[in-house]
């Protein structure tokens, strides 16, 4: 058992903040008539996968949002899928789509992805969005990352000019936010290094970061003698067994950083804000 040092930086306070301005938002497309409303499908009868859209349908709820639903059984083709799509992309009433993931192993997520309107897609995770991102237009963000980037604001952690490691350079967590963290802007502007397993010398880099953030989903694959003294520790990946959260930042590097996010509740609630924060942006889009 090692002795915390580090400063933590749970998530609930920024998720709090990012929701609270939400609510405004939603409030303010009330009053003009409009009810923002965010569409979900879930393919298949997987608990945790149901259980993911109860806690967002709930969310939903309490911001004032709309939430239709679509339950399609595990058997569904990918047609009949693309058929949900395409119902809930015509429908002037929803404004932001979601498929949970995973879907079943039938079923061609990517496809099914690309097939969302893209303003729609508060994922920010299709392939125009991550394009957008790419060339710094506006569009919805890839949730974890706006969401670690809206942490380091949150607790006034300084971005701009300063080395962030990315361990990770997956397409939902570590390539988008290395993407994000570059960017020309106060809170980013930052000397970002993505490593991963091509770089079998990766702690030579993480070592020197004044910003370590683990996007690889290895469990306590960062471990204290990864972590420069005094640095900001973000841990964005994690692996499930079962309900048991398995982060990729084991817990005795609290001992050696400055600043660390807890093992439960760092990141992953400021992802669920960002859900909805582009969801109200897709509603304010679709009702101009
Ligand atoms: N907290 C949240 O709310 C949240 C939300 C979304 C995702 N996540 C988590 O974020 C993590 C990343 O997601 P993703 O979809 O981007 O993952 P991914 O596509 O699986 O990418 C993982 C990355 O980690 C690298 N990696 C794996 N093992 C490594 C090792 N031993 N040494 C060095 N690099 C290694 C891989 O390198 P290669 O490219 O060389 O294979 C890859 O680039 C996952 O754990 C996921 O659960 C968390």
Not at 31 to 57: H, N
Request: hydrophobic share 45%; proline share 8%; net charge negative.
């Amino acid at each position: 058992m090692s002795t915390t040092t580090a400063v933590l930086l749970p998530g609930a306070p920024v998720a709090e903040q990012i929701l609270a301005d939400v609510a405004t938002r939603v409030a303010k497309l009330r009053e003009r008539g409009v009810v923002p409303s965010l569409a979900t499908i879930l393919v298949g009868d997987d608990d945790a996968s149901a259980g993911y859209i109860r806690i967002k349908q709930r969310q939903a709820a309490e911001l004032g949002f709309a939430s239709p639903h679509e339950h399609l059984p595990a058997d569904a083709t990918q047609d009949a899928l693309h058929a949900v799509i395409d119902r809930f992309n015509e429908d002037p009433g929803v404004h932001g789509l979601l498929i949970q993931y995973p879907t079943p192993r039938h079923i061609d997520y990517d496809t099914a992805l690309q097939r969302v309107d893209p303003d729609m897609d508060v994922d920010g995770m299709h392939p125009l969005n991550l394009g957008r991102l790419a060339a710094g237009m506006p569009g919805p963000l890839p949730c974890t990352p706006a969401g670690i980037e809206a942490l380091l604001a949150h607790y006034e952690i300084p971005v701009s000019g300063r080395e962030v490691v990315i361990l990770g350079r997956g397409a939902t967590l570590g390539r988008p936010l290395a993407m994000l963290l570059s960017q020309k802007r106060p809170t980013a502007n930052a000397a970002v290094t993505v490593v991963h397993t091509g770089v079998a010398d990766w702690p030579r880099y993480t070592q020197r970061a004044d910003i370590l953030i683990a996007a690889a989903g290895v469990p306590g694959i960062i471990q204290p003698e990864h972590v420069k003294p005094g640095a900001v520790v973000i841990g964005g990946g994690v692996r499930y067994e079962g309900r048991r959260l398995l982060p990729d930042v084991d817990e005795s590097c609290a001992a050696v950083a400055g600043a660390i996010t807890p093992r439960v509740g760092g990141v992953g609630p400021t992802t669920v804000a960002m859900l909805f924060r582009n969801a109200v942006a897709a509603a304010e889009l679709r009702s101009t």
